[in-house]
């Protein structure tokens, strides 16, 4: 029994660092309004500090844990999450948030641009 508990306790020890490797995940991140790509927007693995941004033809790549979530953020835009699952390609549309763009446009009347 004692030989057997061992055994068990081995295989968890060694089963932990697969559940948590890394898996490459690619896709393109597009508005929602016209399916135009957007580039810089910020891509980070929520509760980190992982991250990177879209290029301009609005792809990305990065290395996250398999079920992690990644949050897209861009000026203008609203906020986005999304759950990774197992998947490594992902599309996201965001839809345009027109209150922020209402307080850009409020400064730059502020500021005399």
């Known amino acids: 029994m004692r030989k057997f508990l061992l055994t068990q306790l081995m295989l968890c020890l060694f089963a932990i660092p697969l559940l ?3 898996i490459a995940i690619s896709g393109k991140v597009t508005s929602s309004e016209d399916g135009s790509a957007l580039p810089g927007v910020n891509i980070t693995v929520k509760g980190t500090s992982r991250g990177t941004s879209s290029d301009a033809t609005g792809s990305f790549q990065l290395n996250a844990p398999a079920g992690s979530r990644l949050v897209f953020s861009f000026i203008g835009f609203t906020t986005q999450e999304i759950a990774i699952g197992n998947r490594t390609n992902i599309t996201v549309s ?5 209150s922020q763009l209402q307080e850009v446009v409020e400064c730059r009347q502020c500021t005399g641009w």
Do not use: E, R, T
């Open 94 to 98: 965001l839809v345009p948030d027109a």
């Open 20 to 22: 948590a490797q890394d």
